[in-house]
C-alpha cells in the first residue's frame, strides 16, 4: 500500500470515528431535550421557544471559528433543533392515554350485550332527531328484526338555524329508552350542555358528543367525570392531533370508554354534505388504541353512495358504521333529504354485509 493510500484510510477511519461520537452527542441532545420536554409539559409551556432557539444560535455564531460559515451552521443547527422538537412532539404522543404507544391492546367497550371494538362490526342506526315515541318504535323494530344493536336518535339538536327543529330534549331521551329497553337495544343520543348529563345519563347507553361540541372542553371534561361510554364525533376541521387530545380530555377524567367516529370535514366539495376522510380510520386505529367508527350519513349526506362508503370505511379498518334511519324521511324534521327509509336501511345492511366486509 503506497502512503497516500495508507493516509487515506487513516482520514477515512478518523471521519467514521468523528461521525460515531456526533451521533453519540446528537443522541445525548435528543435526552436532554426529551427530559426539557416533559418539565416544559409539566408547567403547560410550548416545546418551541423561538427567542430561546435564537439565543443558542447566536452563541453558537459567536463560537464559530470556521471552516463553515455562519450561515451552514445556522442551517446545520436549526436542523438538530428541529429534529429534538419532533422528538419531543413524539414523547408527549407517547404519553397521551389514548394513543396506542401507551396501550397496545384495542380497547373493547361493553355496551348492554354488545362489543365495540372487538372482532365483530358493529351497526348503529337510527332517526336524526327523536320526534315521537311512534317515529322511534318503527325504527325500533326494524333494528331488532336486522339484528342492529345500537338505536341513535337525537333529542338536543345542534342546529345551524335556531328557528329549526331543536329536539324533544329530556322528554326525547325518555322515548328513546322506552323503545330501548322495548327491544333490547342500547342507546345513544348527543347531549350538549354538561348541565343535562346527569340526567340524561339515566336514560341512554352512549353519550354521543357532536361534531360542533368537539372543542367544548368543558363538555368534553364532564362526560369525562361519568363511567357512561362516550362516542365522540370529529370536529368539522379538526385534525387528527385535535381529535385525539379532545378524547384524551374525556379519558383523562377517567371515564376510558370512549369510541372516536369520523363524520367527515368541510372541504371546497359540494357534491358531498362534507368530505369523508378515509385515511382517518387507518390513521386513529394506528395511533390509538380506542374503537373507530363512521358516520356515513353526515359525512356523505348522499343516500346513493352510502353502501359503497361503508363498505370503504370497513375496508379501512373501522369498527363500525353509523347510519339515519326514519320512517318516512320525507317528513322528517332534520336532514330529511340524507336518512334512509326502512326498506332503504335494509338493503343497505344486506349490501353492506355480502361485501363480507361486516364481520359477524
Ligand atoms: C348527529 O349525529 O346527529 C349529528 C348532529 O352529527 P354531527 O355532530 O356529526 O354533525
Ligand atoms: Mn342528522
Redesign the pocket.
Known amino acids: 500500500m503506497s502512503t497516500n493510500e495508507n493516509s487515506l484510510e487513516l482520514l477515512r477511519e478518523q471521519l467514521d470515528a468523528t461521525n460515531l461520537q456526533l451521533l453519540e452527542l446528537l443522541s445525548q441532545r435528543a435526552e436532554l431535550a426529551g427530559q426539557l420536554g416533559k418539565l416544559k409539559e409539566a408547567q403547560g409551556v410550548p416545546d418551541f421557544d423561538p427567542v430561546r432557539e435564537q439565543q443558542m444560535l447566536d452563541k453558537l455564531i459567536a463560537a464559530n471559528r470556521g471552516p463553515f460559515d455562519d450561515a451552514t451552521i445556522r442551517q446545520l443547527f436549526k436542523n438538530i433543533f428541529k429534529a429534538s422538537l419532533n422528538y419531543q412532539k413524539e414523547e408527549h404522543k407517547k404519553h397521551l392515554i389514548v394513543s396506542r404507544k401507551n396501550q397496545p391492546d384495542s380497547t373493547i367497550i361493553k355496551v348492554k350485550d354488545t362489543l365495540v371494538g372487538g372482532k365483530a362490526s358493529i351497526m348503529v342506526a337510527g332517526p336524526?332527531?327523536v320526534e315521537s315515541y311512534q317515529q322511534t318504535r318503527e325504527v325500533g323494530a326494524a333494528l331488532k328484526e336486522a339484528g342492529v344493536p345500537i338505536l341513535?336518535g337525537?333529542a338536543f339538536?345542534?342546529r345551524t338555524s335556531p328557528y329549526d327543529f331543536q329536539g324533544l330534549g329530556v322528554e326525547g331521551l325518555q322515548i328513546l329508552k322506552r323503545v330501548g329497553d322495548e327491544f333490547g337495544l342500547a342507546t345513544i343520543s348527543?347531549i350538549v350542555d354538561p348541565r343535562h348529563l346527569e340526567e340524561a345519563i339515566q336514560y341512554i347507553d352512549i353519550i354521543?358528543?357532536?361534531?360542533?361540541?368537539?372543542h367544548n372542553f368543558e363538555l368534553l371534561k364532564a362526560a369525562g367525570e361519568t363511567r357512561t361510554p362516550v362516542l365522540l364525533?370529529?370536529g368539522?376541521a379538526a385534525t387528527m392531533e385535535e381529535f385525539l387530545h379532545a378524547a384524551e380530555y374525556i379519558v383523562s377524567r377517567g371515564n376510558t370508554q370512549v369510541m372516536l367516529?369520523e363524520?367527515?370535514i368541510r372541504t371546497y366539495e359540494k357534491w358531498t354534505r362534507?368530505t369523508l376522510d378515509i385515511s382517518a380510520v387507518p390513521i386513529l386505529k394506528k395511533e390509538s388504541h380506542l374503537p373507530v367508527l363512521v358516520?356515513v350519513?353526515?359525512?356523505t349526506g348522499r343516500k346513493d353512495i352510502l353502501a359503497p362508503c361503508a363498505k370503504a370505511a370497513l375496508a379501512a379498518g373501522a369498527d363500525g358504521i353509523?347510519v339515519?334511519v326514519h320512517p318516512n324521511p320525507a317528513v322528517a324534521l332534520?336532514?330529511a333529504q340524507q336518512q334512509l327509509n326502512i326498506p332503504e336501511f335494509h338493503n343497505f345492511l344486506s349490501e353492506v354485509k355480502e361485501s363480507g366486509l361486516f364481520k359477524a
Open positions: 336524526c332527531s341513535r337525537g339538536k345542534p348527543e354521543q358528543i357532536g361534531a360542533r361540541n368537539m364525533k370529529r368539522l367516529i363524520r367527515g362534507n358516520d350519513t353526515h359525512s353509523m339515519e332534520s336532514d
